[in-house]
């Protein structure tokens, strides 16, 4: 059986009730990828010219996954514990 592999950033971009995200081992790739899917999740918005804010999170030591809730934040799902926001990156 291959073994999952885990990666050490998570990016995430908000909108409005939903999200986009991407995770991968640095942050440069996270930021322009997370646009990327971002992009294609949500086609039917305009976003010529647009910077986004793509939230970077360090998940290298939650192998159990990650949930976000716009009250409580992004968390493990099986401890609850938080998991701090490393930075903004603004990309388009």
């Not at 950033?9 to 995770?23: A, E, K, V």
């Not at 942050?27 to 305009?46: E, F, P, R, S």
């Not at 998940?59 to 401890?79: E, H, V």
Request: hydrophobic share 35%; net charge positive.
């Amino acid at each position: 059986m291959k073994k999952e592999k885990h990666y050490k950033y998570l990016g995430l971009i908000l909108i409005n009730g939903g999200s986009s995200f991407y995770h991968d081992d640095t942050i440069g790739k996270v930021a322009i990828n997370t646009v990327k899917q971002c992009k294609q999740d949500w086609d039917h918005l305009d976003f010529k010219d647009h910077v986004f804010s793509v939230y970077v999170y360090d998940i290298s030591k939650f192998n159990d996954g990650w949930i976000f809730d716009y009250q409580l934040g992004m968390r493990c799902p099986k401890t609850k514990k938080p998991i701090k926001l490393l930075k903004e990156v603004f990309a388009v």
